[in-house]
């Protein structure tokens, strides 16, 4: 996540003002789009002896790839409808420039989505749409054309905390405010190495990312699901075994997961997930493997195998 922390000549954050990152925008298209399929929630369903992917990462498609794939077609489309010699007044110049986002610049997408009317920013910090939820990732669109704002879109919260009360490492300092370093999406997928001891319990059976602040939202309760094929699970990946992952080599590793966007955390780390939710199960049957993963020549698996398997044979008697 270092691009959220580049700064311009004069030492300001881009991400604090658009004229930083793009001189020539005027104007920021936000897009929204729905990657809900019709399976269970992380809440609803409670096997501890499978671990849990978040909903986003289910699919075999790096979601950057298959969302800026939308926005360039966006893109190409306002380019031909637009004359550049046209009777649209462009603010720089007479020809219209675009640039796509997801993911990818220091831009906070979710302000933007705000501002654009796409929906409000939770208590859980994510971007809800009052039809649609918030399984939604956003892309946004730079552009040089100036375009009229919708209007922000209301918090519709209200006096709901549900998901501050359920966040299960009390990652919330205040509504809307997260630590992310407590944070179990940034402890499954950004962090490298050891993960705080005092923080391992509280991260359940999830081996990459986290959705119970979403799963628990009402707005969530009647989200709609896509039919598009980029967002569709792959085989295994809902709750999936977490002996497999726990000993998955390397070519499983980047067979399984290429072009995931599980290929993030790396196949230590995933490793060493599956490690610290097998000891959050309470289940004897993965104490053979975890015996044998303490001599794993990979020390961040060993040194958390070793952690669990005192815990689970703990909890055992
Ligand atoms: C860093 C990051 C993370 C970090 C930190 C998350 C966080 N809440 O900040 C971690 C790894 C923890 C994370 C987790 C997740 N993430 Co994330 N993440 C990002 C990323 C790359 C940057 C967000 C960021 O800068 N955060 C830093 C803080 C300081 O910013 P902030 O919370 O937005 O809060 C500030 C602003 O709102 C600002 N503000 C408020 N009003 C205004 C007005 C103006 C004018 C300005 C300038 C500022 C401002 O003040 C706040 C305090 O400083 C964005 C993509 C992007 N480029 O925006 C995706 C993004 C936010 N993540 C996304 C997703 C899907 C997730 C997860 C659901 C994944 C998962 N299932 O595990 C979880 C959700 C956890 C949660 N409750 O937020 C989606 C969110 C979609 C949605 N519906 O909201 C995004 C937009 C990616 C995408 N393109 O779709 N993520
Ligand atoms: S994603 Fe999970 S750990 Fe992170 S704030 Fe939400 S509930 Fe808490
Ligand atoms: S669970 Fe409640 S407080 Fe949290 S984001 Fe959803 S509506 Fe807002």
Not at 179 to 189: E, F, N, Q, V
Request: proline share 6%; with cysteine.
């Amino acid at each position: 996540m270092k691009y959220m922390e580049s700064r311009d000549d004069a030492g300001e954050l881009k991400r604090a003002s658009l004229a930083r990152v793009a001189s020539w925008a005027r104007s920021v298209i936000v897009c929204a789009i729905n990657y809900n399929t019709a399976h269970p929630y992380s809440t609803q369903t409670g096997d501890a002896g499978q671990g849990w992917i978040s909903r986003y990462a289910w699919s075999g498609e790096d979601y950057h790839e298959a969302v800026l794939l939308r926005l360039r077609k966006v893109e190409t489309n306002l380019h031909e409808q637009l004359d550049p010699t046209g009777n649209r007044q462009l603010a720089t110049g007479n020809s219209l420039q675009t640039r796509s986002y997801v993911d990818t610049g220091p831009l906070l997408e979710r302000v933007y989505a705000k501002y654009a009317g796409t929906g409000w920013i939770g208590k859980n910090t994510c971007l809800i749409n009052q039809q649609l939820g918030s399984w939604l990732f956003l892309g946004v669109i730079l552009t040089s054309l100036e375009l009229t704002p919708d209007l922000p879109a209301p918090d519709r919260c209200g006096r709901c905390t549900r998901c501050l009360d359920a966040c299960p490492t009390q990652a919330f300092v205040a509504p809307g405010e997260l630590d992310a370093r407590r944070c179990i999406s940034y402890l499954t997928i950004e962090k490298r190495g050891e993960i705080p001891e005092e923080l391992r319990p509280a991260m359940g059976r999830h081996v990459f990312g986290c959705d119970i602040c979403q799963d628990v939202c009402p707005w969530n309760r009647k989200a709609p699901v896509t039919a598009a094929p980029e967002f569709q699970p792959r085989d295994r990946l809902v709750n999936p075994a977490l002996e497999w992952l726990a000993e998955m080599q390397p070519e499983e590793f980047r067979a399984t997961f290429r072009g995931s966007p599980v290929r993030r955390t790396k196949l230590s780390g995933l490793r060493r997930n599956a490690v610290i939710a097998m000891a959050n199960s309470g289940n004897p049957k993965f104490l053979p493997t975890l015996r044998r993963l303490t001599d794993d020549p990979d020390s961040v698996v060993s040194q958390h195998a070793r952690w669990a398997l005192d815990r689970l044979e703990r909890a055992g008697s």
